[in-house]
């Protein structure tokens, strides 16, 4: 158990930012759910604007410092080549 104050505040630290982070995560899978849905019901369109804002998500969640910049980068080029083989994309 943390004796000291400055590793007590450390504690409560950790404890926001994965309460936060934890938070970011979950946003950017929710995107890329809504991304993977949008690819399944064939709609050119609609999986055009769901990777644009899954793109966006991904990318913040990298300078927020969640994901780390190469996962990020693989992420979205794995995305894009997805909503390539969309026909009419």
């Known amino acids: 158990m943390a004796n000291t104050p400055g590793a007590k505040k450390a504690v409560r630290k950790i404890a926001r930012r994965t309460e936060v982070n934890t938070a970011r995560r979950s946003r950017v899978r929710t995107f890329l759910r809504k ?3 949008a690819l ?3 709609d050119a369109t609609a999986a ?5 804002k899954a793109q966006s998500e991904l990318m913040r969640a990298v300078t927020k410092g969640v994901v780390h910049k190469n996962t990020g980068s693989r992420k979205v080029s794995r995305l894009a080549a997805q909503l390539k083989k ?3 994309a």
Request: proline share 7%; aromatic share 14%; net charge negative.
């Open 35 to 37: 991304f993977e849905e």
């Open 86 to 88: 969309l026909p009419a």
């Open 40 to 42: 399944t019901s064939g």
């Open 48 to 52: 055009k604007a769901a990777f644009v």
